[in-house]
């Protein structure tokens, strides 16, 4: 099996889910996606993260993100651990949870870290454009829960950069000034950023988020 990288298309696949049989690209259609997976149902960590997930549902939403999550049990476990997670959470799950029993998926997207655990997947993150492609991967021990304002910050990151010619800087929030791209030339700055901008250095230069 080859590791995924950034870039790459993410593999398609049918699997059973806490909603029904879906297929990722036709649950994805349009959207952004996230993808994550956890090492088990009813685990104490994992209880949060889906949690935070379901309360993060508007703030996906307005960014056009879908969210889909993983674990190696079956759709009745799932669906007796969702209660437990709006129980507990005080939420309510709101995207479908794969049951991959047989680590179809797991395998796919290389899940299974074998010197962490034999079986159990580790935390990884997928966070995958409109076309498919992989556009982040991170990987979390399974003792570390998730930061979710981080994936937000990184989503928004993601989309500004995909359309607009900048990148963004160390601990960047979204509204913060942004990096104008090295390929971009000074009159060609002048131009796509009407806001004006500062250089620091000729490779440095600083410009307002642009809209």
């Known amino acids: 099996m080859s590791t995924l990288r950034l870039g790459d298309k993410a593999p398609n696949f049918d699997a059973e889910t806490s909603e029904g049989k879906l297929n990722f690209y036709d649950f994805l259609g349009d959207s952004w996606g996230i993808l994550f997976s956890h090492p088990a149902d009813y685990t104490p960590v994992c209880t949060t993260e889906l949690g935070a997930a379901a309360k993060y549902k508007d703030e996906f939403e307005k960014r ?26 005080n939420t309510s799950v709101n995207f479908p949870i794969i049951a991959d029993e047989d680590r179809k998926v797991a395998d796919l997207y290389d899940m299974i870290h074998p010197n ?23 990987t979390y021990p399974a003792s570390t829960g998730r930061n979710f ?17 900048v990148a963004t800087p160390a601990n960047w929030k979204s509204g913060e000034d942004v990096v104008i791209s090295p390929s971009v030339s000074n009159e060609e700055a002048d131009k796509l950023f009407p806001k004006g901008y500062k250089e620091v250095k000729p490779y440095l230069r600083m410009t307002p988020q642009p809209e």
């Open 116 to 138: 962490a655990d034999d079986t159990l997947t580790v935390r990884s993150v997928y966070v995958i454009a409109p076309d498919k492609t992989i556009k982040l991967m991170i």
């Open 64 to 89: 056009n993100v879908k969210v889909m999550a993983l674990s190696v049990d079956g759709v009745a476990s799932h669906k007796g651990w969702i209660q437990d997670i709006n129980e507990t959470q």
């Open 149 to 165: 304002e981080e994936l937000l910050r990184v989503i928004d990151s993601l989309q500004l950069t995909a359309y607009k010619k």
